[in-house]
T-cell receptor, first 111, second 114 residues
Framework: DQQVKQNSPSLSVQEGRISILNCDYTNSMFDYFLWYKKYPAEGPTFLIS?????DKNEDGRFTVFLNKSAKHLSLHIVPSQPGDSAVYFCAATGNTGKLIFGQGTTLQVKP | DSGVTQTPKHLITATGQRVTLRCSPRSGDLSVYWYQQSLDQGLQFLIQ???????AKGNILERFSAQQFPDLHSELNLSSLELGDSALYFC?????????????FGPGTRLTVL
């Protein structure tokens, strides 16, 4: 049972444009959501998070939007840069403290 | 550099064997988490330890076990290895037992079972 889903395995955008990565979840008990970025041969690194009491959180070029009624969150990267090319994982957690990850979306930003 | 170290970086072994993966958390972090990433799969949570005690369990097989030592480093033991156990194994750490913020991941151990 995939509680966190990233339905797009890959995304390609032009440098300077907006990248939008999407994530859906099924468990209404999740109350904290995160995005991680992963480069090849490295472990995931934390990017940005959002609590379920908010619908938006912004950090520089990265903004995460949460739509609880739709059980959907998205990560916007504006403007996209070639160094943003990586695998992006969406993750969610609830009162158990366990992080449940999606399968990842590979973002390629073309110069 | 996340401050989390994992050894070895690569491990190649045969089916039926037993291996031990080691993780040292960031200085001061009490929680250690283990994850498995198989080909084309997301990160699957295996188990969490907090200050030496098991805190949460995920989809960890009975052939796998873990422990956290008094110095807070952790080991993941994988036994009776099968081809399907080939994967990247990540360790992560955080300060709290209950997750409030981000976990910091190590670089992973790539296990290949032949």
């Amino acid at each position: 049972d995939q509680q966190v889903k990233q339905n797009s395995p890959s995304l390609s955008v032009q440098e300077g444009r907006i990248s939008i990565l999407n994530c859906d979840y099924t468990n209404s008990m999740f109350d904290y959501f995160l995005w991680y970025k992963k480069y090849p041969a490295e472990g995931p690194t934390f990017l940005i998070s959002i609590s379920s009491i908010k619908d938006k959180n912004e950090d520089g070029r990265f903004t995460v939007f949460l739509n609880k009624s739709a059980k959907h969150l998205s990560l916007h990267i504006v403007p996209s840069q070639p160094g943003d090319s990586a695998v992006y994982f969406c993750a969610a957690t609830g009162n158990t403290g366990k992080l449940i990850f999606g399968q990842g979306t590979t973002l390629q930003v073309k110069p | 550099d996340s401050g989390v170290t994992q050894t070895p970086k690569h491990l190649i072994t045969a089916t039926g064997q037993r291996v031990t993966l080691r993780c040292s958390p960031r200085s001061g972090d009490l929680s250690v988490y283990w994850y498995q990433q198989s080909l084309d799969q997301g990160l699957q949570f295996l188990i969490q330890y907090y200050n030496g005690e098991e805190r949460a369990k995920g989809n960890i097989l009975e052939r796998f076990s873990a422990q956290q030592f008094p110095d807070l480093h952790s080991e993941l033991n994988l036994s009776s290895l099968e081809l399907g156990d080939s994967a990247l194994y990540f360790c992560a750490s955080s300060a709290q037992g209950r997750y409030f913020g981000e976990q910091f991941f190590g670089p992973g151990t790539r296990l290949t079972v032949l």
